[in-house]
């Protein structure tokens, strides 16, 4: 990537990592990039900064503008790695007693991660610095998705640097969201749905914040993916639907099965929610990453969930997108069990009680058929799925 202009005297000088497959367990096929911005004026600012491997294409990206060493303030929005692993490497090349601007929690977290003594200026939420012409806003974000999150927001530009909020793992020469087209908006709901769901909460208390603040964008700025500008209405509409776990008349159906047992009753059960109107989407486990089974989750009412019994327990894979789903804690949902088993399944039982204990409503304890489900049982699967077909219809 190379350094662009987005504003007069505001650049983009991050960096794209094509390569990136795995993000602590969320997939990026697509890449992700690590963003990063300068503004030049009468005092020159770098605000993030990049990934570690990447901080010597940083420093050629910010020498293409202005001899970096001139850099006078440096701006941590958020200390997580990803945006933070450069800093060592920039701090040092720019001069370490520059002063370097983060969160209160962020200079807990800078300390805790680097043993350098910087000059830490710590701010508060709403605190402004000048810059000459350009005055700029810090926001406190805490928990968005870290302690130490905070936005900062060029008030003469109207341009929000919001850390991870709005971000995409997405790589690519498109620099803006109506560049990339329908990509973008589907790349910010995988991201939602698998890094920021969790904070939900904090994410509808932040919205309720800026329209009491009356701040208006012209353009948001997260530290991965493109750039919000013609879009900026309609992101932060589906963070405020996303975050209120508003969903469609849809379910989702997610398995696995050993010897297709668990799969013919899972696309009998698709079948009967079909036929109440109701949408449905069916995803084998093992044919798709867990992240991806998160995004068909964030809009779905009803999620079940179907498993063979083995050794007296779910089965692995279904274990671990339970788990991964559990921590992110999806609200106002119905949940569902079912699967097929030898000769004791406990695995319906178990997900029932996974699904329970994430304040799913639960219709029933399962339905579990033993061995290869006959032609009586899948009829019993497909009424099991107009039961739940009925139910997301109901439900507002």
């Not at 701006?75 to 002063?99: C, Q, V």
């Not at 350009?134 to 919001?162: A, G, N």
């Not at 036929?275 to 093992?286: K, L």
Request: charged letters at 25%.
């Amino acid at each position: 990537m190379k350094p662009v202009e987005i504003a007069k005297g505001i650049y983009s000088v991050g960096v794209a990592d094509f390569n990136i497959r795995d993000f602590h367990g969320y997939s990026t096929e697509a890449g992700t990039t690590y963003n990063a911005f300068l503004i030049v004026d009468e005092k020159v600012v770098l605000i993030d900064t990049v990934k570690k491997e990447f901080a010597d294409e940083l420093l050629a990206n910010i020498s293409e503008i202005i001899d970096p060493k001139k850099i006078d303030i440096v701006i941590s929005n958020h200390t997580e790695m990803d945006h933070s692993g450069a800093l060592p490497r920039i701090m040092h090349y720019i001069g370490e007693d520059k002063p370097l601007y983060c969160s209160r929690m962020g200079k807990k977290n800078l300390s805790a991660h680097f043993s350098q003594s910087w000059n830490l200026h710590p701010v508060k939420d709403g605190e402004e610095l000048s810059l000459g012409s350009r005055t700029l806003m810090f926001m406190e974000t805490r928990m968005l998705h870290w302690p130490d999150s905070m936005f900062t927001y060029v008030k003469e530009d109207e341009i929000l640097f919001s850390s991870d909020a709005f971000g995409q793992h997405y790589a690519g020469y498109e620099l803006y969201d109506d560049v990339l087209g329908d990509a973008a908006m589907f790349q910010a709901k995988k991201y939602f749905a698998n890094i920021l769901m969790l904070y939900a909460p904090q994410v509808l208390k932040l919205v309720e914040k800026v329209s009491d603040m009356g701040l208006s964008f012209k353009m948001i700025c997260p530290d991965h993916g493109v750039f919000w500008r013609t879009g900026i209405g309609s992101i932060i509409d589906a963070y405020v639907r996303w975050s209120s776990h508003e969903t469609g008349k849809r379910a989702v159906v997610i398995y696995d099965t050993m010897w297709k047992s668990t799969r013919k009753m899972a696309e009998a059960i698709a079948d009967g929610i079909s036929e109440t109107g109701a949408a449905v989407s069916v995803i084998h486990i093992r044919s798709s990453h867990r992240s991806e089974i998160m995004t068909a989750v964030l809009d779905s009412k009803a999620v079940i969930i179907g498993s063979p019994t083995l050794n007296n327990c779910i089965f692995p894979t279904v274990a671990d997108v339970l788990t991964y789903m559990k921590g992110l804690r999806p609200k106002n949902r119905i949940g569902a069990a079912f699967g097929s088993y030898g000769w004791s399944g406990e695995a319906v039982k178990q997900m029932s009680g996974e699904l329970s204990s994430m304040g799913m409503e639960l219709l029933d304890e399962g339905l579990k058929i033993q061995y290869v489900p006959d032609s009586d049982a899948i009829a019993s699967c497909r009424e099991y799925g107009r039961k739940i077909g009925e139910a997301v219809c109901d439900r507002k």
